[in-house]
């Protein structure tokens, strides 16, 4: 299973656009990168999977370099509801487990 | 947009007492997970179940716990007696298994043993 690192926390504004990067650098090759999103008190929320390059949503867009040892969500335009703890996994999709590290929490501040 | 239900939202159990947490996982779907969340802490993976049984679990998920699938759209986690340090959130989770592979989880039941 590939580790994940992630800053433990990050600090932002309303309206300012979030790139929270995330280091993996045992990728096997198999392995997508995903990213889930956890409210106060609520279950972890799907928000994006990619594979390679740039995978774009409604919610948030992924950057994946060529190497894809890194990867960086963006939220573009934050509110003060996208205060949450975002979690990068990497792993081989399917119907296994999901493993969860520490995530990065965003405290996004009018 | 449908989702996963879980009840009770919150339970108080004393400790040695056996607790059922309930989930509704969102219809059709086919794989289902538990996973719990000590105050503070990461989130955990209990147990998976498919074809009504267990194709995962992990070392948390000993001889006090067990899930069962009992109509087709409930999915339970037992505890039998339960212990001060099973105080956590308790999420179910499922995937539609339709080729997408995103879990879809619950709002969880808060489980305090006293």
């Known amino acids: 299973l590939a580790k994940t690192t992630q800053p433990i926390s990050m600090d932002s504004y309303e309206g300012q656009e979030v790139n929270i990067t995330c280091s993996h650098n045992?990728?096997?090759?198999?392995?997508?990168i995903t990213w889930y999103q956890q409210f106060p008190s609520q279950g972890p929320r799907f928000i994006i999977q990619?594979?390679?390059t740039k995978v774009t949503n409604e919610v948030a867009s992924l950057f994946i370099p060529a190497d894809r040892k890194s990867s960086t969500l963006s939220l573009p335009r934050v509110s003060l509801s996208d205060t949450a703890v975002y979690y990068c996994?990497?792993?081989?999709?399917?119907?296994?487990?999901?493993?969860f590290g520490k995530g990065t929490m965003l405290l996004v501040s009018p | 947009e449908p989702e996963v239900t879980q009840t009770p939202s919150h339970q108080v159990t004393q400790m040695g007492q056996e607790v059922i947490l309930r989930c509704v996982p969102i219809?059709?779907?086919?794989?289902f997970y538990w996973y719990r969340q000590i105050l503070g802490q990461k989130v955990e993976f209990l147990v998976s179940?498919?074809?009504?049984?267990?194709?995962?679990k992990s070392e948390i998920f000993d001889d006090q716990f067990s899930v069962e699938r009992p109509d087709g759209s409930n999915f339970t986690l037992k505890i039998r007696s339960t212990k001060l340090e099973d105080s956590a959130m308790y999420f179910c989770?499922?995937?539609?298994?339709?080729?997408?592979?995103?879990?879809?989880f619950g709002p969880g039941t808060r489980l305090t043993v006293t």
């Open positions: 179940f498919y074809n009504n049984e267990i194709s995962e």
């Open positions: 996994l990497v792993g081989v999709p399917g119907y296994s487990t999901l493993t």
């Open positions: 219809s059709n779907h086919l794989y």
């Open positions: 990619g594979y390679k």
């Open positions: 045992n990728i096997a090759t198999n392995d997508y």
């Open positions: 989770a499922s995937i539609p298994g339709t080729g997408r592979t995103e879990q879809y």
